[in-house]
């Protein structure tokens, strides 16, 4: 629990929450009374100057202090203070209480006389508490009351806070537990796991990056599958021709002559050339290919190749043409590799072109490439099958048929070599059309 996404999504919501409320409580309580002690000090101005204001007008009006006692206790009910006034004697003439008239008054703290000493000689003097009275509100009061609302909206709003911060963590962390509980039974073998998101941003492209995984996962786990049945089904055949063979010559049912031989070496020839694909593919997935670059015509390498496939393709009445340019720069490659993958692209467009049509190898410079191309009037490739031909074992013809269904294995090997020659290999195709492999090879500097 402590350890779960959730709960530290909780702990660091709840951390900056606290944080922030903490700080703005803080900050505006400090504000607030600093404000509050203004205010209240600049009131307590104004009320003593306006009192003392009152007081001197009324001895100026009535030449003595007498009957002023009712209007120092209106003042003092008024302004929630004790208000008292004595005379220049020092004797008190009116208290907002009544309780020291009469009386000689020893004040603690100073007060105001009348008039001011640079205006003549003193008739009197007033003083006012500073502490409110009963029932009227000091600025400390009031100041710890606006604390007391701002600590409750705080506790609120942090409270609020927390709430939302809970649901949030829940749903941000739902689809990563739902992504964890997914992988795990993905890494128990159930590659059908996917991942029903509707989140945006990071976790949705986490989840969609899972589901291309878990798809990719599942593809190739079929494709293993379908490469041991049909690695099975290709070594079968051939060994089961040979045997059959060799049994018919051992019980004397088939004299050893030239047919017999001819027809044990094609089966002979067919055994190893799967090996060697199988070797081949290998030893180009783990880039342990060895390459004997050599500067080299590639004008003259195609038409080579193309004459090697001549006879195959005039046996099937298809026709092999070249469209190359008078002159293209050299390139640096392993011409056996090469030779390889243009005989793997003549092949494959052989066997998928009908009689009568026409194939055609092109040879183009673009930039610092050499882009070659094998392009087909055949039968074309299904646009869904269009991203999977160069995958191991991978066949659009899905019949295990000797003349069209193969291994799978030829495109794959191509891609490989033309990669080991730091080039890239494409397909273009419409159904019913024809197809267009290229591939790019860099021009020797």
């Known amino acids: 629990m402590i350890h779960s996404l959730r709960f530290r999504l909780l702990l660091a919501f709840a951390l900056v929450i606290l944080v922030v409320v903490g700080a703005i409580y803080f900050f505006v309580s400090q504000t607030t009374q600093v404000e509050v002690r203004r205010y209240g000090e600049r009131s307590e101005q104004a009320r003593f100057g306006r009192v003392a204001f009152e007081l001197y007008r009324y001895y100026r009006e009535h030449g003595s202090w007498e009957g002023i006692q009712t209007d120092v206790e209106q003042w003092g009910s008024l302004y929630g203070r004790r208000i008292i006034l004595t005379d220049s004697n020092g004797v008190v003439v009116a208290d907002s209480r009544g309780e020291l008239l009469g009386q000689q008054y020893h004040p603690s703290t100073p007060g105001m006389r009348f008039p001011p000493p640079w205006e003549g000689s003193s008739v009197g003097t ?93 593809r190739s786990e079929q494709l293993r599958r379908n490469m041991i049945a049909d690695t099975a089904h290709e070594l079968r055949t051939p060994l089961s021709n040979l045997r059959g063979y060799l049994e018919a010559i051992r019980d004397g049912v088939v004299r050893p002559n030239r047919d017999a031989i001819r027809s044990l070496d094609e089966e002979a020839n067919l055994l190893s050339r799967l090996v060697d694909d199988l070797q081949e593919l290998s030893l180009a997935e783990a880039s342990e290919l060895k390459l004997n670059y050599q500067m080299e015509d590639i004008n003259k390498l195609i038409k080579q190749t193309i004459a090697v496939r001549q006879v195959q393709a005039a046996a099937k009445e298809v026709l092999i043409s070249a469209d190359l340019p008078r002159k293209l720069p050299p390139v640096s490659i392993d011409s056996r590799r090469i030779s390889q993958v243009l005989l793997n692209l003549i092949d494959n467009a052989i066997t998928h072109t009908p009689q009568g049509g026409i194939i055609t190898v092109a040879a183009r410079k673009l930039d610092n490439w050499l882009e070659i191309s094998v392009e087909d009037s055949g039968e074309g490739i299904p646009a869904e099958d269009l991203p999977f031909v160069f995958e191991r074992f991978y066949r659009v013809d899905k019949s295990r048929a000797r003349a069209t269904g193969g291994a799978g294995l030829g495109l794959a090997i191509t891609k490989s070599l033309v990669e080991a020659h730091n080039g890239k290999i494409a397909v273009e195709s419409e159904l019913g059309k024809g197809s267009r492999f290229s591939f790019t090879i860099p021009v020797s500097q």
């Open 126 to 218: 007033f003083y006012i508490s500073p502490e409110p009275s009963a029932g009227f509100p000091s600025p400390l009061s009031l100041s710890q009351a606006i604390d007391r609302f701002l600590l409750w909206g705080a506790l609120l709003a942090a409270a609020v806070a927390f709430l939302i911060t809970y649901f949030l963590s829940r749903r941000i962390s739902a689809p990563v537990k739902a992504l964890t509980l997914a992988a795990r039974q993905l890494g128990q073998g159930d590659l059908s796991q996917r991942v029903q998101s509707k989140e945006k941003g990071e976790i949705g492209e986490l989840a969609q990056a899972f589901n291309a995984m878990a798809e990719n996962l599942e």
